[in-house]
């Protein structure tokens, strides 16, 4: 189960990447090439998005399936700890899931506006042309 949260982490780790790099202010050229990665790596990358929420429903299923301590007693202190420690992967995790999400709506959400922008830029520049 580690390696699907390492996956995730490299997932939004290159979801922010991406996303610094676009909004990173005198990129001029380069920012067009950027753009074109971006394009070819979106598609690919919404795959993210059923993985996260199969990764969400396994936190659930974990949450839904834990030992109970009703009574005092009822569980060793080793058990309570487990639970704890448990429950503290699971916030972590849920966290991770969130990020990866709201990682690929804003590269999305900026890819759609740069490229809005720099189609606007051309109409532009047509414009001018045959003015």
Known sequence: MALEWVVLGYAAAAEAIML????????????????AVT??????????VPFCLFLFL???????????????????PTEHLRHQKSIMKS?????????????YWLLYSVYSLLVRIEQLGQ???RL????
């Open 20 to 35: 610094l790099l676009l909004t990173f202010p005198g990129l001029g050229r380069l920012r067009t090439g950027l753009i």
């Open 123 to 125: 109409r532009v520049e």
């Open 58 to 76: 396994d936190i659930y299923w974990k949450y839904e399936t834990r030992p109970a301590c009703d009574q005092e007693h009822a569980c060793s």
């Open 91 to 103: 916030q972590r995790n849920a966290i991770l899931i969130v990020a990866a999400l709201v990682l």
């Open 39 to 48: 394009r070819s790596v979106l598609k690919p990358m919404m795959s993210v």
């Open 128 to 131: 001018k042309r045959q003015d």
